[in-house]
């Protein structure tokens, strides 16, 4: 089974404001990802991060490896209805060949 | 560059039939994986291959499931026979290493229901 937790679940939120869910994970990981899923669609990955307590940006979208190495945070900052979707959290083993997948949180904007 | 190519998008069979799952994945990719994803829940790794060879299928229940990969280019996953809790997204995924990262580029998915 899954051994990534991600909170919030589901968020529901007015355009313009921003967004932070989190990951935990009861094991470490060497690499963690953050992917969004549209309907309809397979993931795609947003960020990546190889480095614990590495905070990397692209465009609005900011997310940190932990330093324990066992969570992750992402952050949208002032969301458009296009951010809507499912976001996952992801660890990567250290052979760099298998992921696990949290839960996902149900992002929804209202314009 | 064309993506994961995954056929049919959806699926609809009565339990107990066999049905069965095509991935094309991109261009010089050598790894492939077929994903399982549960309404409301993260993928979960079915099986990997690495070129022709199925070098990760402890996540594949065997008895129902399997999976080929001839030439080491395309895929199928079959289940034979379906049970209803069988319904789900079937995901594939492809991958080619470079640096520490294997990006895995994900299909749209297959949606299967199972009657």
């Known amino acids: 089974g899954q051994q990534l937790n991600q909170n919030p679940q589901s968020m529901f939120i007015q355009e313009g404001e921003d967004v932070s869910m989190n990951c935990t994970s009861s094991s470490i990981f060497n690499t963690w990802l953050w992917y969004k899923q549209d309907p309809g669609e397979g993931p795609v990955l947003l960020i990546a991060?190889?480095?614990?307590?590495e905070l990397t940006s692209n465009g609005r979208l900011t997310a940190q490896f932990g330093i324990t190495r066992k969570d992750s945070f992402l952050n949208i900052s002032a969301s458009i209805p296009s951010d809507v979707g499912i976001y996952f959290c992801a660890g990567q083993n250290n052979a760099g060949n298998m992921l696990t997948f949290g839960g996902g949180t149900r992002l929804m904007v209202k314009p | 560059e064309a993506g994961v190519v995954q056929s049919p998008r959806y699926k609809i069979i009565e339990k107990k039939q066999p049905v069965a799952f095509w991935c094309n994945p991109i261009?010089?990719?050598?790894?492939l994986y077929w994903y399982l994803q549960n309404l409301g829940q993260g993928p979960e790794l079915l099986i990997r291959?690495?070129?022709?060879?199925?070098?990760?299928d402890s996540q594949l229940p065997k008895d129902r499931f399997s999976a080929e990969r001839l030439k080491g280019v395309d895929s199928t996953l079959k289940i034979q026979p379906a049970e209803l809790g069988d319904s789900a997204v079937y995901l594939c995924a492809s991958s080619r290493r470079t640096g520490i990262y294997n990006e895995q580029f994900f299909g749209p998915g297959t949606r299967l229901t199972v009657l």
């Open positions: 261009s010089g990719h050598n790894t």
């Open positions: 291959y690495e070129n022709e060879e199925a070098v990760d």
């Open positions: 991060l190889y480095k614990a307590g």
